[in-house]
Each structure stands twice: as structure tokens, then as C-alpha cells.
């Protein structure tokens, strides 16, 4: 680890079989290394067992004595350690896949004060209904939602071997990553200066 750089973790929000996620996230956290200012940690929902039943304590009381499976220690520590996100996700009737609120709700103090992006994908809309709900569900575990975002309008076209064919994409990003960077430094130093008082 990198003392200047923030802990980056890229979340691949899709679990459906012959999912598009995994290439959108890696493409993600390719950009995100060659950017500089992260070290960058790809997490998968798929590889994370995260039931629907919650325990009866909420999350956000319960701190670190929250009862979660062991099967999700990889995603929490992720979490817990990040300066800054970023959210791959589609769009599942007009919303974001079941598997990205399960994974959300079983956590809350590992958001706060955190900034995060959105990288989107989907049909016309390019994901635009997913991010608006994300952005309303972070708000309330204290986090911080970036503007700028990227979105893919039908991405069946608009990809080849794991690149997005439009040129500007990459410079779309690093103006993304330069605010997540920002933000992630500010956030940082004020999480580190005083508690955050939520
Ligand atoms: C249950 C379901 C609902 C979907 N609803 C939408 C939708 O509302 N808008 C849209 O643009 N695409 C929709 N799609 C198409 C997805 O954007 C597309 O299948 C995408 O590949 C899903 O991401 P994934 O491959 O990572 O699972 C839907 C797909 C599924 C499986």
C-alpha cells in the first residue's frame, strides 16, 4: 500500500449469470491504476455470500458486533478500509440489481463519509434510473455521491474486446477519478481530524 494514494474499491454490482458487469469493472479499475492517484481493489458481488435475511439489530447501531457470514468478511474489510467507491452497475427495472441493496444494507458505517462513483450501463438510458437510486439510498448511510459519472446507453453496441469504442470515454474518466481523488483526499483528512457526527 501507497500512503499517497487512496484505497479505491471497485464494486461489480451484477450476480446474473453471463453477466456484462466483470468487464465494465475491470475496464474501470484499469483506468483507475493508470489515473495514479489509487490503489485500486476490485470487489464481486458474485463471490460474496450475502443472504437477504438480516439480522435483527440494525447495522448502523450494532458497529462492529454486527452479525454478518463469514462468507462476507472480504466485502466488509473492503468496505471498512476504502477512502473511495466506485459502483458498476446495471439497470434492473428502472432500479439497480437486488444483489447491490442486499450488500449495501448489510453495512452503514462503512459508507460514511466516503465519496463514491457511478459507472452505469444498460439499454437507452445507459443505467441513468439505477445511479438515481443509488444516489438516494447512499445519501442516507452519510456518503457522498459524486456528480460526474459514466454511463453506457446500449452497451451491446457500444463495446468491443473490453474496451468502449467512443475515444473520449478515457478522458471522461480520469475527470471523473480526478473528483473521486478530491474527494476522497477532503474526506479523508476530515474523518481523520474529527468524528464524523451522525
Ligand atoms: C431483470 C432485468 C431487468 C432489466 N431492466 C432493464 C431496464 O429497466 N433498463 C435497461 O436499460 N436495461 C434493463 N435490462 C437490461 C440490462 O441492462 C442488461 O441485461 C445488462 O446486461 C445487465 O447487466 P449485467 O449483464 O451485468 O447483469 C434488464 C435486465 C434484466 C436481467
Known sequence: M????????????SVREGRFGPVVASWVAEQARTHGGFDVEVVDLAEIDIPLALPEASPMAAGEAYPRPAGMAALTSALEGADAFVVVTPEYNHSYPASLKAAIDWHFTQWTAKPVAFVSYGGAAG??????????????????TIRDGLAFPNYFTAWQDGQPLDPEVSGYAKTLLDQLA?????????????????
Do not use: C, F, M, Q
Open 127 to 144: 443505467g441513468r434510473h439505477a445511479v438515481l437510486h443509488l444516489e438516494n439510498v447512499l445519501t442516507e448511510l452519510h456518503a457522498v
Open 182 to 198: 478530491w474527494w476522497a483526499g477532503a474526506l479523508r483528512s476530515a474523518r481523520e481530524a474529527a468524528p464524523y457526527p451522525a
Open 2 to 13: 501507497d500512503n499517497n494514494k487512496h484505497e479505491l474499491v471497485v464494486i461489480v454490482g
